[in-house]
């Protein structure tokens, strides 16, 4: 199957039905994408599917064809990071950072279709995205931060 990946089309040899977490991680080594409980609940394994957050770990990727998909990988450009991911630095958002590539790209998805939200906004769109070090205050502030430099 031929998939669009961070802009470039790449060739699996997977199985119809396997996830597509499995394909990003095991056959085109990018492993920014995490492996968390398996059933698309926590969100450590989001990515972009034509600009939506999606659970990598609960698509075929028979359902992908033709489709753009964005991983944490592909947020960066030529050496710049993406404003999202600059803000969660700025805001030291992180811990341990399991979360991170699947709260940064949920951010981006709520950002591109709301980009100024409210607090209330914020946690609603996020809900789903588990942070096991508890650091939810500075992924609100990252995401205020990121929505104000817009």
């Known amino acids: 199957m031929e998939l669009q990946i961070n802009g470039v089309k790449r060739l699996s040899q997977a199985a119809p039905e396997t ?8 056959e085109f ?5 995490k492996y968390g409980c398996g059933e698309g609940q926590c969100g450590a394994c ?4 034509e600009g939506k957050a999606i659970r990598s770990c609960r698509t075929p990727i028979s359902s992908l064809t033709g489709k753009e998909i964005t991983t944490i990988e592909g947020l960066e450009k ?9 803000a969660y630095l700025k805001v ?4 341990c950072g ?9 951010t981006v998805a709520l950002l591109k ?4 939200p409210t607090q209330e906004q914020i946690i609603n769109f996020m809900n789903g995205n588990i942070c096991r070090c508890g650091t939810y205050p500075r992924i609100i ?4 931060e990121a929505a104000s430099q817009a």
């Open 19 to 26: 996830s597509l977490l499995s394909v990003l991680r095991d």
């Open 29 to 33: 080594d990018l492993t920014g994408t």
């Open 46 to 49: 989001t990515v972009l599917l």
């Open 78 to 86: 030529n050496g710049r990071l993406h404003p999202v991911q600059e």
């Open 92 to 95: 030291d958002v992180f811990q």
């Open 98 to 106: 399991y979360c991170a590539s699947g709260m940064v790209l949920s």
């Open 113 to 116: 279709n709301n980009p100024h």
């Open 141 to 144: 502030q990252a995401i205020q």
